[in-house]
């Protein structure tokens, strides 16, 4: 099974700044990596998906990078809208696992 | 416009059995490139992923949860259900159902969300 693994737990970015969140797989998960906003009382809403593609309707400033077992989701220019909690989770494998989550707050 | 709606009890007493049914509309629950799952928060917590299933039965389970756990599809009525059994207050939280790509095709990302529903285990 893989551990996916998040850092860090809170990150606290003045609204216009950039946020680098981190998400590191135990194993290797080659590209099959997804992240997911989550606004408080709403379900997650997918942002990025095979590490770096924009889901459909989702802003420029959201970019993903990485491969293996290492990855980061960018927010540049950070907006109201974006201060939420993001996952990431693994589909290379069965069982699929999410990350711990970060929570981007405002600062 | 694809809608998952989930739909059962929000309170269950413990050693009792969890049973929520998510209804699809706005497309075919059989359509062969996409697969239906569960997945839960409990409050104040992160995601969890539970299982999934394929329109024809196969299924794919969480190895903490498989002794307890069963999800079924009824594709006549665009539905597919998730039954948890003897649950503790560990249990409690909100269950969400979800679709995802064909896992084979590195597309198994969950593009679709329900609102999700709370489950409280309590007597």
């Known amino acids: 099974e893989r551990v996916m693994t998040q850092s860090p737990a809170t990150l606290s970015v003045s609204p216009g700044e950039r946020a680098t969140l981190s998400c590191r797989a135990s194993q290797s998960v080659s590209g099959n990596l997804a992240w997911y906003q989550q606004v408080p009382g709403q379900a997650p809403r997918l942002l990025i998906y095979?590490?770096?593609t924009r889901a459909t309707g989702i802003p420029a400033r959201f970019s993903g990078s990485g491969s293996g077992a290492d990855f980061t989701l960018t927010i540049s220019n950070l907006q109201s809208e974006d201060f939420a909690v993001y996952y990431c989770q693994q589909y290379n494998n069965f069982p699929f696992a999410f990350g711990g989550g970060t929570k981007v707050e405002i600062k | 416009q694809l809608q998952l709606q989930e739909s059962g009890p929000g309170l269950v007493e413990p050693s009792g059995t969890l049973s929520l049914t998510c209804t699809v509309s706005g497309g075919s629950i059989s359509s062969s490139i996409y697969y239906w799952g569960w997945i839960r928060q409990p409050p104040g917590r992160g995601l969890e992923w539970i299982g999934n299933?394929?329109?024809?039965?196969?299924?794919y389970y969480n190895p903490s949860l498989k002794s307890r756990v069963t999800i079924s599809v009824d594709t006549s009525k665009n539905q597919f259900s998730l039954r948890l059994n003897s649950v503790t207050a560990a249990d409690t939280a909100v269950y969400y159902c979800?679709?995802?790509?064909?896992?084979?095709?590195?597309?198994?990302?969950?593009?679709?969300w329900g609102q999700g529903t709370l489950v409280t285990v309590s007597s």
């Open positions: 299933i394929y329109y024809v039965g196969t299924t």
């Open positions: 095979g590490a770096s």
């Open positions: 979800a679709r995802h790509g064909d896992y084979y095709d590195s597309r198994a990302y969950y593009d679709y």
